[in-house]
């Protein structure tokens, strides 16, 4: 099971419900497109036996703490990930969105920056804004659960 999350600004009490998801659905990967704000909340992200992948948002203070915290494994957007036999691009703004789902290189565009739920599919290309996790313009926080050998995924609300 994959975990597709953005946008999670230091709210600690929801990361704490992310930490549990992340056991409970037995997590394989994560894929954060950015707006952690601080190092302090990857403490709730990195597991052993996780796979991370992250990339900076425009909220993100302290870039080069998060980056050594992570071990690298949160770098400028756009990030491309291969994994499980597909190829996924990562981004936080969603610059030239359109444009990148309909090139259909990629089964899977990740984004976060508008904290609006966006889970559509273009072509072959699934296109996922799973919102905001830290639930501070919408009230909701929300994540994506998505099973890379069924390519079926849920948002889930925390």
């Not at 870039?63 to 756009?78: T, Y």
């Not at 639930?135 to 079926?152: I, K, N, Q, W």
């Amino acid at each position: 099971m994959w975990l597709i999350l953005s946008d999670s600004h230091d709210n600690m009490k929801v990361l704490e419900k992310v930490e549990n998801l992340i056991f409970e659905k037995k997590v394989k990967r994560i894929f954060h497109c950015g707006d952690f704000v601080a190092p302090f909340v990857l403490g709730k992200l990195l597991k052993e036996g996780v796979e991370f992948h992250g990339v900076f948002g425009n909220n993100d203070g302290e870039v080069l703490l998060l980056h050594r915290r992570s071990d690298g494994r949160i770098v400028k957007p756009p990030s491309v990930v291969e994994a499980d036999g597909l190829k996924v691009v990562m981004m936080h703004e969603p610059i030239l969105i359109e444009t990148v789902a309909n090139s259909q290189e990629y089964d899977l565009v990740l984004y976060g920056h508008t904290h609006r739920i966006d889970v559509r599919k273009v072509g072959k290309t699934l296109v996922i804004n799973p919102g905001e996790l830290c639930g501070y313009l919408t009230g909701r926080s929300t994540v994506y659960l998505f099973d890379p050998e069924t390519r079926e995924g849920e948002l889930v609300e925390l």
